[in-house]
């Protein structure tokens, strides 16, 4: 039996260049996600206060890892919840504003993953 190693991929989401779109946003700094990869945890640092949105999901293509997402007053690192699970497809990391549109702020996300 072959152990995985955990292996972490790193997106940004900037407002200065990622703008304040709703919907899927594709994110200017990201890491695709190999197909096989098991989503285990994701932990975000939002280093610039985020300001509009209180709506947002967190996505690997089209899959959702972690809904619902509020940041107001989430300064700092803060490790998310999310249900373990298998991509069938590779991805990039993306966001899904379901809010308003977002007017400032900037966060990195970091997804924890195994190869299966």
Same mark, same amino acid.
């Given at each position: 039996?072959?152990?995985?190693?955990?292996?972490?991929?790193?997106?940004?989401?900037?407002?200065?260049?990622?703008?304040?779109?709703?919907?899927?946003?594709?994110?200017?700094?990201?890491?695709?996600?190999?197909?096989?990869?098991?989503?285990?945890?994701?932990?975000?640092?939002?280093?610039?206060?985020?300001?509009?949105?209180?709506?947002?999901?967190?996505?690997?293509?089209?899959?959702?890892?972690?809904?619902? %997402?509020?940041?107001? @007053?989430? $300064?700092?690192?803060?490790?998310?919840?999310?249900?373990? *699970? !298998?991509? =069938?497809? /590779?991805?990039?990391?993306? %966001?899904?504003?379901? @809010?308003? $549109?977002?007017?400032?702020?900037?966060?990195?996300?970091? *997804? !924890?993953? =195994?190869? /299966?």
């Amino acid at each position: 039996m072959s152990i995985s190693k955990l292996r972490v991929a790193k997106a940004i989401y900037d407002f200065a260049v990622d703008g304040t779109a709703t919907g899927d946003i594709t994110l200017a700094q990201t890491e695709s996600i190999p197909a096989g990869a098991i989503i285990l945890r994701v932990t975000t640092n939002e280093t610039d206060t985020i300001a509009g949105s209180t709506d947002i999901d967190l996505q690997v293509g089209s899959v959702k890892i972690a809904e619902t %997402i509020n940041f107001t @007053g989430d $300064a700092g690192v803060i490790s998310r919840t999310v249900v373990p *699970v !298998e991509l =069938a497809t /590779a991805g990039d990391i993306m %966001i899904h504003n379901d @809010g308003s $549109a977002i007017s400032d702020g900037a966060i990195e996300i970091f *997804v !924890e993953y =195994a190869i /299966a």
